[in-house]
């Protein structure tokens, strides 16, 4: 499972942070947790399609919380969405879907299911489907307010198929009965026992989205176990009187409820826009639970980590500087890989880019001043940061001085690169959003 963090702001957004919205991505399905105002937009930005969502889940009605729904649901009518889609979320969210779609005379050509929760239940187990299910559980905010927990059913274990072809196992019928946990019968009358081929079952993963809410245990429930508990940090411990007042949860409370519930990782968002620097927050959970990360928005959290490499690919290539042939530059983006111009032995004066210059001409560009900035980022932050986001303003800067940079290296030609002797520093290209689709 991979979450997305699309709207990282509490009620105001600020410039680089939206109002809540969290996808989940699994199996090629989105799960969205709260549709705050420009979630579609950010899905877009993610990667992620808006015809893929199978279920939206509204944790309250904090107009921040919903205020992209019905703006969402348009969207799905104009692509002709034909399959069902299921709205979960407090008592109440069928009448405001409804009367909405009404005023505005809309008639869609897909199916609503709505699943309302009542106040007052204890825990409510709001899908149930084969292979995972999502509970919702009340939390203590100003108003009635659901936290969610999508948990993986556990998995078959692994098929032994080397030992399964000896023993002359062939058809894929007889592969899945035995993953179902059946025992098979072969055609020369042997039986096979499942356990003898198919391993011990494997936990599923988890996921808690728990926002809005003071420390409460039923927060504690939710993220018991989880793989990944998403929780809100409205306030730096300092606030602790303004978080209770408003009902919020200050770093601190996010960090109690990660160790008590034994989560593996803590992600924190909903972040006041009196937060700058969200690095108050993060230091602050961190005092009371360590594998705590901030929420990033369009930066991807991986249940399993080791599935992020099969997914990402790099779309540069990271050039070790400390290494002795470090007199070229050598990024390339991966496109142009695609396209059979290698980055590698083609530093020097090759087509996609101009080694950097010592002196001389073109100060127009004021290049020099501007170099660097995202040599010491990863690829992947590289890829997903968007456009007038925080701490990401200089890699943008730095993109696109590159594809400049490269126009005008085919302008000037070769001799241009002849004169250069000093290390380039790396400068990490980002993906347009419009050119691809993650997941
Ligand atoms: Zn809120």
Known sequence: MIVVPLGIASATPTAIRHLPA???????????FDCGENAQMSMLQAGLKRSKIDCI??????????????????????????????????????EFVEWNLKFSGVELSFKLIFSEVKEGEDVTRVVDKADYYVEARPLKHRRFCLGYRFQEKDKPGKVDSEKAIKLGITEDDQFKALKAGENIKLEDGTEIEAYEIVGHQRPGD????????????????????????????????????????????????????????????????????????LHVLL????????????????????TDPAHERGIISAKVEIKDLTKSESSGSSYSPGRRDSRGSSSRGQSRGGKNFRPRRNSGGYRSDNRD??????????DRGGSFNRDNRGGSDRSNTGERRSYGSSSYNRERGRDDSSNDTKPTKIITPRTSYDDFDRF
């Open 22 to 32: 969290v996808a989940l991505w699994r199996e090629g399905s989105v799960y969205l």
């Open 57 to 94: 889940f509204i944790s309250h009605f904090d107009v921040d919380h919903y205020s992209g729904l019905m703006g969402l649901i348009s969207t799905l009518q104009l692509q002709r969405r034909e399959r069902d889609l299921t709205l979960v979320g407090p008592t109440g969210i069928k």
């Open 206 to 277: 988890s996921f808690a989205y728990v926002t809005d809410t003071e420390y409460c245990p039923n927060a504690v429930k939710l993220a018991m176990n989880t793989n990944i508990l998403y929780h809100e940090a409205t306030f730096s411990n300092q606030l602790a009187d303004k978080a209770k007042e408003t009902g919020h949860s200050t770093a601190g409370d996010a960090a109690r409820v990660a160790t008590e519930a034994q989560t593996k990782l803590l992600v924190i968002g909903h972040f006041s826009a009196r937060y700058t620097n």
């Open 283 to 302: 230091k602050e959970a961190r005092e009371g639970f360590y594998p705590t990360w901030l929420a990033n928005e369009l930066r991807p959290i991986f």
């Open 369 to 378: 001043n501007r170099s660097g900035g995202s040599s010491s980022r990863d």
